[in-house]
């Protein structure tokens, strides 16, 4: 499915409060944050227990790029701009 980010700030995670769901077991309730921080955007790693990867690399925060490969879990979301 495809997801358009109209905001300057998204969570996202397992749970309901979220306000992109991704209702998958490998997914922390409360996985990662995506903020536009006026130039670019950034995804920031909010899981204790679970990483955020980025093309194929571990992050804790990072800049986001078009055609980027986000992991959470067992799920993987392309980003585009």
Do not use: M, W
């Not at 955020?52 to 980027?68: A, E, P, T, W």
Request: hydrophobic residues 40%; contains cysteine.
């Amino acid at each position: 499915f495809v997801y358009e980010i109209d905001r300057p700030y998204i969570t996202v995670g397992r749970e309901c409060d979220n306000t992109l769901v991704i209702d998958r077991p490998t997914v922390s309730r409360h996985h990662a944050e995506i903020v536009f921080n006026g130039n670019a955007f950034e995804i920031i790693n909010k899981s204790q227990t679970n990483k955020v990867i980025v093309n194929g690399c571990f992050v804790d925060r990072g800049v986001l790029k078009s055609n980027d490969k986000i992991g959470l879990g067992e799920v993987v979301i392309t980003f585009y701009v």
